[in-house]
């Protein structure tokens, strides 16, 4: 059994694919347009023939799916986080910076009981992020 994150990004799959390569090397894993469905019954809605019906993407080991919805309105994402670990102050801080561009932080990297660094931020898709230094000697 495996949980993945499914994240509809309401118009804006492309760009915020984009924006994770770019910011936190994710790498697309796959990717399929409206209008390559092979199943002719499945209509986009107008306009968004060109837009993603399911794409799959990795941050480090982790495997997310995502898509542009059927319409233009954003899914509002609330109740949950993606949380991101990394190895060090340095790239806590990189990332956390990266994932913020754009976005509004809920709390600054700070130290804590538990690790050196924590953070928490929306980025600027309104994905709720908590960054994280793994296995650290707070």
Same mark, same amino acid.
């Given at each position: 059994?495996? $949980? ?13 694919? !984009? *924006?994770?390569?770019?910011s936190?090397?994710?790498?697309v894993t796959?990717? /399929? ?16 023939? !060109? ?6 993407f990795?941050? %480090?080991? @982790?495997?997310?799916?995502? +898509?542009? %919805?059927? %319409? ?7 109740? /949950?986080?993606? &949380?991101?670990? &990394?190895? +060090? ?5 990189? &990332? *956390? @910076?990266?994932?913020? !561009?754009?976005? @509004?932080?809920t709390?600054p990297? &700070?130290?804590? *009981?538990? @690790?050196?660094? *924590?953070?928490?931020?929306? +980025? ?6 908590? $960054? ?5 000697k707070?």
């Amino acid at each position: 059994m495996k $949980v993945q994150a499914y994240i509809t990004f309401g118009g804006r799959c492309e760009e915020a694919l !984009e *924006f994770y390569k770019k910011s936190i090397g994710a790498e697309v894993t796959s990717l /399929m347009r409206w209008k390559e469905s092979p199943d002719a019954a499945m209509k986009p809605p107008p306009g968004f023939e !060109e837009k993603i019906m399911n794409a799959a993407f990795r941050i %480090g080991e @982790t495997q997310l799916m995502a +898509d542009d %919805g059927m %319409g233009s309105k954003q899914t509002e994402i609330k109740g /949950m986080s993606l &949380v991101i670990e &990394v190895a +060090d102050d340095a790239e806590a801080k990189r &990332v *956390f @910076t990266a994932l913020g !561009e754009g976005g @509004t932080v809920t709390m600054p990297l &700070v130290k804590t *009981f538990w @690790t050196s660094s *924590f953070g928490v931020l929306n +980025d600027k898709f309104g994905v709720p992020w908590m $960054v994280n230094v793994q296995d650290s000697k707070a």
